[in-house]
């Protein structure tokens, strides 16, 4: 069944994610690109050509004509940076004479690269830099390896010196992404992020879903992740100073009454393309969790060849847009439902039953909206 409320336009793009390299030179051992069984990064060009920038820059410059609302471009993988100095100078570019300000442009990169050379071109085009760290060297190092199974904190700590240490890149630093690791202490992993100076910190669960669980969930009903993030929420709300963090920001604001500005919670939806090395277009890219090629299209559709237009107008996009309210029966009786909005949709996937499933993460999320609510409760006592 869908819920009737699907918030936004459907053919107003939020965020455009674009896959820029296909490879990466860390080997994280939860990374959903290469190690959930989906191959299809292989086919992919190493890099994206100029050819296919300079198209994606036309098409999304239209785009934005078009909906004449801003949105924003995220430099992704694989590994962004492996682009190099000189190509992603021409890339951001090419990218911001098509989308002024207030369009944003941004970079999700695991921080071993940030070069002077490379910050420097961040710092001509004004792009947003986020860099992934999991917490305090033994967390992060449990999982974010290179290739020689080497850890990489040492080196993504460096990068972000790098940045935080020039005045003109400092403001650039939008924020650390962790991949929580349900067997950490979340008090270190929340002092760790935030001693990177970031202003915001985002928290990610581990993929998984009804047929495979999520690393450190023991069963379906456990509560690993709903504990721990009970936890962090705890700490977090015992900061005097604390930076923000998107995920329990977006569900208290939901709690209240308010609305997420991020996709993963909540009942709004989010126009998010995904676009590959080689110009593909595909679905948000996580979906790769539930099985191979959940994240493509039945028809290849191609920026190169298609115009964005005719895709945003297809029926096959119409059906992605709301694949995200495409809910369970449990999901529409829950009293929890504004706040969880079912999940992402990943993680609703089992063999049998395809995604008309809640999230395998429903007994943590009821566990930490509970405590959410019993938490903001006492607080709003206190103050009166
Ligand atoms: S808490 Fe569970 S049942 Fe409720 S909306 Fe979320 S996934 Fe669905």
Same mark, same amino acid.
């Given at each position: 069944?869908?819920?009737?409320?699907?918030?936004?336009?459907?053919?107003?793009?939020?965020?455009?994610?674009?896959?820029?390299?296909?490879?990466?030179?860390?080997?994280?051992?939860?990374?959903?690109?290469?190690?959930?069984?989906?191959?299809?990064?292989?086919?992919?060009?190493?890099?994206?050509?100029?050819?296919?920038?300079?198209?994606?820059?036309?098409?999304?410059?239209?785009?934005?004509?078009?909906?004449?609302?801003?949105?924003?471009?995220?430099?992704?993988?694989?590994?962004?940076?492996?682009?190099?100095?000189?190509?992603?100078?021409?890339?951001?570019?090419?990218?911001?004479?098509?989308?002024?300000?207030?369009?944003?442009?941004?970079?999700?990169?695991?921080?071993?690269?940030?070069?002077?050379?490379?910050?420097?071109?961040?710092?001509?085009?004004?792009?947003?830099?986020?860099?992934?760290?999991?917490?305090?060297?033994?967390?992060?190092? $449990?999982?974010?390896?290179?290739?020689?199974?080497?850890?990489?904190?040492?080196?993504?700590?460096?990068?972000?010196?790098?940045?935080?240490?020039?005045?003109?890149? $400092?403001?650039?630093?939008?924020?650390?992404?962790?991949?929580?690791?349900?067997?950490?202490?979340?008090?270190? #992993?929340?002092?760790?992020?935030?001693?990177?100076?970031?202003?915001?910190?985002? #928290?990610? #669960?581990?993929?998984?879903?009804?047929?495979?669980?999520?690393?450190?969930?023991?069963?379906?009903?456990?509560?690993?992740?709903?504990?721990?993030?009970?936890?962090?929420?705890?700490?977090?709300?015992?900061?005097?100073?604390?930076?923000?963090?998107?995920?329990?920001?977006?569900?208290?604001?939901?709690?209240?009454?308010?609305?997420?500005?991020?996709?993963?919670?909540?009942?709004?939806?989010?126009?998010?393309?995904?676009?590959?090395?080689?110009?593909?277009?595909?679905?948000?890219?996580?979906?790769?969790?539930?099985?191979?090629?959940?994240?493509?299209?039945?028809?290849?559709?191609?920026?190169?060849?298609?115009?964005?237009?005719?895709?945003?107008?297809?029926?096959?996009?119409?059906?992605?847009?709301?694949?995200?309210?495409?809910?369970?029966?449990?999901?529409?009786?829950?009293?929890?439902?504004?706040?969880?909005?079912?999940?992402?949709?990943?993680?609703?996937?089992?063999?049998?039953?395809?995604?008309?499933?809640?999230?395998?993460?429903?007994?943590?999320?009821? $566990?930490?909206?509970?405590?959410?609510?019993?938490?903001?409760?006492?607080?709003?006592?206190?103050?009166?």
């Amino acid at each position: 069944m869908t819920l009737a409320n699907s918030g936004n336009d459907l053919r107003t793009l939020d965020t455009v994610l674009l896959k820029v390299a296909s490879r990466c030179n860390l080997d994280c051992g939860y990374c959903y690109v290469y190690h959930m069984g989906d191959e299809a990064w292989r086919d992919q060009p190493k890099l994206m050509s100029q050819r296919v920038v300079d198209r994606v820059a036309e098409a999304l410059g239209a785009q934005y004509r078009r909906q004449q609302s801003p949105f924003s471009v995220v430099l992704h993988g694989g590994e962004p940076l492996m682009l190099g100095a000189a190509r992603l100078d021409a890339l951001c570019k090419a990218l911001r004479s098509a989308l002024p300000h207030p369009c944003g442009l941004h970079v999700q990169t695991n921080g071993l690269l940030l070069t002077d050379e490379i910050i420097d071109v961040f710092v001509s085009y004004d792009v947003g830099i986020s860099v992934s760290v999991d917490g305090p060297a033994e967390v992060h190092d $449990r999982f974010r390896v290179d290739h020689r199974d080497r850890g990489s904190y040492t080196r993504v700590v460096q990068g972000i010196a790098r940045l935080t240490a020039r005045a003109d890149a $400092r403001p650039l630093f939008a924020g650390v992404l962790a991949v929580i690791d349900p067997t950490s202490d979340p008090v270190d #992993v929340y002092a760790a992020l935030k001693a990177t100076g970031s202003p915001s910190i985002d #928290v990610l #669960v581990r993929d998984g879903n009804w047929d495979q669980l999520p690393f450190g969930k023991a069963s379906p009903g456990s509560t690993e992740y709903g504990d721990w993030l009970s936890r962090l929420l705890r700490v977090y709300l015992a900061d005097p100073t604390p930076p923000r963090l998107r995920l329990l920001d977006d569900m208290m604001r939901l709690l209240l009454g308010g609305s997420a500005q991020k996709e993963g919670v909540g009942t709004t939806d989010y126009g998010i393309l995904v676009i590959e090395p080689d110009g593909r277009i595909d679905k948000n890219d996580t979906l790769k969790v539930a099985h191979a090629a959940a994240d493509q299209f039945e028809r290849p559709w191609s920026i190169l060849r298609d115009a964005l237009e005719t895709f945003l107008d297809n029926p096959a996009y119409d059906r992605y847009y709301r694949q995200q309210h495409d809910l369970s029966s449990t999901c529409l009786s829950c009293p929890d439902l504004t706040v969880c909005g079912g999940g992402m949709v990943a993680h609703r996937w089992r063999e049998t039953s395809g995604f008309d499933n809640p999230t395998i993460f429903c007994a943590d999320q009821r $566990r930490l909206i509970a405590n959410m609510r019993g938490l903001l409760r006492q607080m709003s006592a206190k103050a009166a």
